[in-house]
């Protein structure tokens, strides 16, 4: 077995309120996963790009659940071409279902609050995910795009995929 992260969505899509490390840390407790998962978001405290433990950051490959590889390393992910990925490598929600074409989520569409190098956005995050007033804007992606880090702005009630990335490896 070698070392990889993995990047796992909820089980459900989520407006701009959201607990997301609660739901990320919950849900993988709740389908066996041993190992930390954080959201794949920008937050008050932390930009996306830093939610890796350092030492992880270059060296492993972030997978889907199945091992199926999405990108050479979370670096990739931030390097200003949005977080191009292959679409036909599927994500998988923590219960095993494919976000891109399972009807749970009805847009293909993550959030994220970044900018294209994974830096918050504190205009454009629901007010750090705390409100899904239809007045307060976040950052998505629409993931038939093939990219992570698509530039959109969205009204904070819509109900999107939300990711979460494995933050440390556990062997």
């Known amino acids: ?6 990047l796992v969505a909820l089980n459900f899509p ?17 389908a066996g996963l041993t190992s930390t998962y954080r ?11 830093t939610v890796v433990r350092k030492t992880d950051r270059h060296h492993l490959p972030v997978v889907n659940l199945q091992g199926e590889t999405l ?7 931030f390097d200003g071409n949005g977080g191009q990925f292959n679409i036909h490598v599927p994500i998988y929600s923590f219960d095993g279902r494919n976000v891109m074409t399972d009807s749970s ?4 569409i993550i959030w994220h609050g970044s900018t294209a190098n ?10 750090a995910w705390h409100t899904a007033d239809m007045g307060a804007m976040g950052q998505a992606s629409s993931l038939n795009t093939g990219k992570l880090l698509d530039q959109k702005l969205y009204s904070c009630n819509n ?8 933050n440390s490896f556990v062997s």
């Not at 077995?1 to 993995?6: G, T, V």
């Not at 407006?15 to 407790?29: I, K, L, P, V």
């Open 14 to 30: 989520l407006s701009g309120d959201m607990r997301a490390d609660f739901q990320c840390f919950r849900q993988a407790q709740l």
């Open 39 to 49: 959201a794949f978001l920008s937050s008050h405290l932390q930009d996306l790009a």
């Open 71 to 77: 990108f050479s390393n979370w670096e990739s992910i």
């Open 105 to 108: 989520w009805p847009q293909k």
């Open 1 to 6: 077995f070698f070392s990889q992260l993995h």
């Open 159 to 166: 109900q999107f995929i939300v990711l979460c990335i494995e």
């Open 118 to 127: 994974g830096i918050r956005l504190v205009s454009n995050y629901c007010e």
